[in-house]
């Protein structure tokens, strides 16, 4: 005998397939919106259920956009000069956060992962390569992630980039600010007296 | 400027109202469905959408239940002479888990708390009452969650159904198994040696 009725099942089967999200959270969630206020269901069903109709890559960055540019290329305030690399349109969120970073973007949707399949063709390198040979870019900046598909990533673009006369450069890798020292990982540690800087 | 598109945004919002989410999580998830596979996206949106028309509560035990009764007050084999009850749905979900139980549940959607104006015509009490006074109900354990809202009502429900002629029962509080004694808190540790039983 199942434990709750199948509409209540289903949903719970649903709720875990995201990512995060196991057995007894999917649960929590599903109990969590059968007592919720209907309205609230309902917006988020709608949410869900509209939301990717209404979005597209941005044309040049590849982004996530409404229209033909996002928001990042289409602001007359931001510099042409640095481009930022990131893996997923996410990550361009994160980075954002920061408001120390006032150029435009690049997001190549994945990282290099041969083991997963994934190379060079997968990647939207060839629009960034474009873009730097349009000209008027001095810098790239590569954040794709601190991991070893995010590494190889940022080395295999610095390798097409730099015969192209821009300045590559890459995030900085250390400990994270407000941490410990004691939970740092030696690698992390380790890249971390690599980059130390004089004071 | 807004980080995202607002359909994204919309979607991070919804997301942020469920229990447990906050706006990082949010993120996480509205960009993973983002990418993932149309129809998991629209399973997940027709599932929100649709789940709590087909569901009501049971006229017993208020239970979530497709029908007029939830699967286990129409189980047969289940016995009649055991009420278990429980604050939420899940809760029971949660005490079914154990196989342990093979009695009826009574489930009454809260727990007392004056602080936020739960009094007992807030909770389903009248019906357990009946219940009981009806007959053939010999013993109910009052698996009300361990905490103070729980505790009292607990308390308030064993004044109530012990002059019936019941006996009434509260499940064991004590250090939970498999963990550290070092992590128990000293209420339940106090709890624990309270309860302690002879070998």
Not at 15 to 23: A, D, S, T, W
Not at 65 to 77: I, N, R, S, V
Not at 175 to 180: L, R
Request: proline share 6%; hydrophobic share 45%; charged share 25%.
């Amino acid at each position: 005998m199942q434990d709750y009725p199948a509409p209540l099942a289903a949903l719970v089967d649903e709720l875990r397939r995201l990512p995060g999200i196991g057995q007894k959270t999917a649960q929590r969630l599903a109990f969590h919106l059968m007592k919720a206020p209907e309205g609230e269901v309902q917006r988020l069903a709608a949410a869900l259920a509209g939301f990717r109709a209404a979005l597209r890559l941005c044309t040049v960055c590849n982004a996530v956009a409404e229209g033909e540019l996002c928001a990042y290329c289409a602001d007359p305030a931001r510099s042409d000069r640095t481009l930022c690399v990131v893996e997923e349109p996410l990550n361009l969120v994160v980075v954002e956060r920061t408001r120390d970073f006032k150029g435009r973007y690049h997001v190549l949707h994945g990282a290099l992962s041969p083991l997963s399949g994934v190379g060079p063709e997968e990647l939207r390198i060839e629009g960034l390569l474009e873009r730097v040979r349009r000209g008027g870019v001095e810098e790239v900046i590569l954040a794709t992630s601190p991991t070893v598909e995010g590494e190889a990533t940022a080395v295999y673009l610095a390798r097409l980039l730099k015969p192209l006369g821009v300045k590559v450069t890459r995030i900085a890798m250390g400990v994270p600010v407000g941490a410990d020292l004691d939970w740092a990982d030696e690698v992390t540690l380790a890249k971390a007296l690599e980059g130390r800087r004089e004071y």
